[in-house]
Each structure stands twice: as C-alpha cells, then as structure tokens.
C-alpha cells in the first residue's frame, strides 16, 4: 500500500466517530470465551443461551423446529483469529411451519447504546461486521431495537471460504434507547424462517417491526444434514466504515462475558478439590450459613445462583475433610450483584467450623 492510500486509510477510520476508546459493541465476537462447554448437541430445542460461547443465544419461535445442530467452539477460523462458532446440521427440517423462525442473537444493554445517539436528529450510522463461511447459503443479518419495537436488516451469501462481510446501517432518528441494564437491542442472523417471517420484502431501512419483513429471501441452514455454518469476529460499531476487528485480551473478554455469566468450579476436575478454577474456597460454617462469597465480577443484576459440590451435585457442599456431598440441601441466601451466602435448606445443622467447599454458576443473561 503506497504512503498516501494509508493516510486515506487512516484519514478513513479517524471519521468513523472512533478516534479512541472501545470500539466494538459485541462482547466475545472472536468466540474466545466458552465458559459453560465446548460442544453441544441438540440444540434448538427451545429459546435460550447457548451452551457454547458465552453471550449468543438462539431464538426459536414458533412451533419449535424439529430441526437440531450440534453446536461447537472451533478451532476453523480466517487468519488472525482463534476460535469461531460452528453450527453443524444433524437432524433437517425440510417441512417448515408457517411460524418457525431461528435466529442467532445476542441482546446487548441500553446503557452500551448511548453512543449511537438514537432517536435524536444527530443519530449515528452503525455497520456490522463479521466473518462466515459453509455450506453456500442466502441468510439476512439484522439490528433490532427492542425498545420502539423497531429494526433494520441485510442479506449475507455464505461460501465455502472464509470471507468477512460489511453490512452498513442507516442512522435512525426515531426512538431513544433506554438507558439502563435491561435489554434495548440485539443482532440477529436469521437462518431458518417459516412464511410468517419471510413472505414480505426485506427491509433495508429502520421501519417499525414487521414480522414478514425479518427473513424475506433467506435459504434454511435446518434443509439438509449436510449443512454447516461457521462465523467469528462479529464487531457492531458506530459509524459508516468497518474499522478492523478490535481484538481484545482473553482476560479481558472473559470479564467482560463474567458480567451476564461466571462458572467457578462446578465439578471433580479441579485438583484436589482445593481449588475452584484457581480460586481457593474452603470456607468456615457458621450456624446454618456459610461465610459469604465474593463473585469474580459484579453482575449485570442479582443473579441466579446454583451451588455444586466437588462432585459436581447441584445443591449440594462438599466437606473438606472427606470429598464428600454434605448431607443436607444447600442453597443461597442474600444474593445481590456482587456475592451471596450458601445456607442450609433441610433439618440438621454442622458442627461451627467445619469446612466446606463448592463450586457456583451465577447466571444474570439478559
């Protein structure tokens, strides 16, 4: 590149409202992170986060497709990435209902939004993009406002080599996002779509929501067995201009993923029992509660919290002495954002001082 194409370049990037600070919007877009498995299969089943990758989710509407993938973090990806999430047919839906619709998604916070300025007369373009490939396919990538009920979308072609796809979209003048924790808008890749979600036209500008409208023209990746879909670096950014994907830390991911989702030792691979993925937890009852525990990251609001032994039995404590699963039922008491207690749930009590160690997930997905 000669010196002055890469002061165009740059000259480029500099107007693209992103001079400094974090740039991209989606959390765990290179498919670094996969706090709760590696795999899975049977997916699709139902609406829910994967349990592959944190921070994607399938939406599955409708009347359940009785289609099913094998979900996995890869290790297939384009040059200067790691990982990407693969998404393997096993069971095909070739029959599909009026009302089915299949998604990849991932919601995002509305306090996370307040740069794009929407709703406002200076409100921003944002493009999307990311890298696919698979099987050859036709599917409609989108950003919907949850708020105003509003959205916006684009079709993507999928080849069999690795490319990265640029979608730009227009500013939207119409309906502010909230400012707070709870979900104001998500990306979605439509792959899967009944006529209740295709028979229309898509819509290539903001327009209130129109079902119809949100997977006009896409191919099902749930046709065959033989089909397969690969993506990674998923950046959603403000400004007309794709900027190159903003990679961050492992570490730095992970924390970011820890705020909606945090495993800590939930099983017998941790060494010894003595330490929970690296975090040491003997800890001294009291009564019938355990001293408090500390959360690696405060979460996005209080969480779900589930106690595992050493063993990994759900609701239950291991005595340190032995390895063994205490004898009564635990759960959790005063759970906030940043820790909880684990108390005793059924008769009985253990002697003061005894100790104990357990694992937790605490779930706060939006």
Request: include cysteine; aromatic fraction near 10%.
């Amino acid at each position: 590149m000669s010196k002055a194409a890469e002061l165009a370049k740059m000259g480029e990037v500099l107007t693209n409202s992103q001079i400094g600070g974090r740039r991209n919007i989606i959390i765990n877009g290179a498919m670094q992170v996969a706090q709760r498995a590696t795999s899975a299969t049977s997916v699709l089943a139902s609406t829910g986060v994967i349990p592959v990758c944190d921070r994607w989710m399938f939406e599955v509407s409708g009347s359940n497709t009785s289609g099913r993938l094998t979900v996995s973090q890869s290790t297939d990806t384009p040059d200067g990435f790691g990982n990407s999430l693969k998404l393997d047919v096993t069971t095909a839906d070739t029959s599909i209902a009026t009302d089915e619709f299949v998604s990849l998604v991932q919601r995002i916070e509305g306090q996370n939004l307040q740069q794009l300025k929407k709703g406002t007369s200076d409100a921003e373009r944002v493009t999307l993009s990311f890298y696919a490939k698979g099987t050859a396919k036709k599917y409609s990538c989108g950003f919907y406002d949850a708020d105003n009920s509003r959205n916006v979308h684009a079709h993507f072609d999928v080849t069999t080599s690795w490319q990265r796809f640029i979608i730009n979209f227009p500013a939207d003048t119409t309906g502010a996002f909230d400012n707070d924790t709870a979900q104001s808008a998500f990306i979605l890749f439509n792959l899967h779509a009944g006529t209740n979600f295709s028979s229309g036209t898509l819509n290539t500008t903001w327009q209130s929501n129109d079902n119809t409208d949100r997977a006009a023209g896409i191919d099902s990746l749930l046709s065959s067995t033989d089909n397969e879909l690969y993506i990674t670096g998923v950046q959603l950014e403000v400004g007309s201009a794709a900027t190159p994907f903003e990679h961050r830390s492992y570490a730095e991911e992970l924390s970011l993923c820890q705020r909606y989702f945090e495993v800590h030792g939930t099983g017998s691979d941790n060494p010894g029992g003595w330490n929970f993925k690296g975090m040491p937890v003997k800890l001294a009852q009291v009564g019938n509660y355990i001293q408090g525990t500390k959360v690696a990251v405060e979460k996005r609001a209080d969480p779900t919290i589930v106690v595992y032994s050493r063993n990994g039995t759900s609701g239950k404590v291991s005595e340190f002495a032995t390895g063994s699963d205490a004898a009564n039922n635990w759960s959790t008491n005063a759970q906030g954002k940043t820790g909880f207690h684990a108390v005793v749930r059924d008769s009985g009590t253990h002697s003061a001082g005894t100790g104990f160690e357990y694992g937790y997930t605490a779930d706060a997905e939006l």
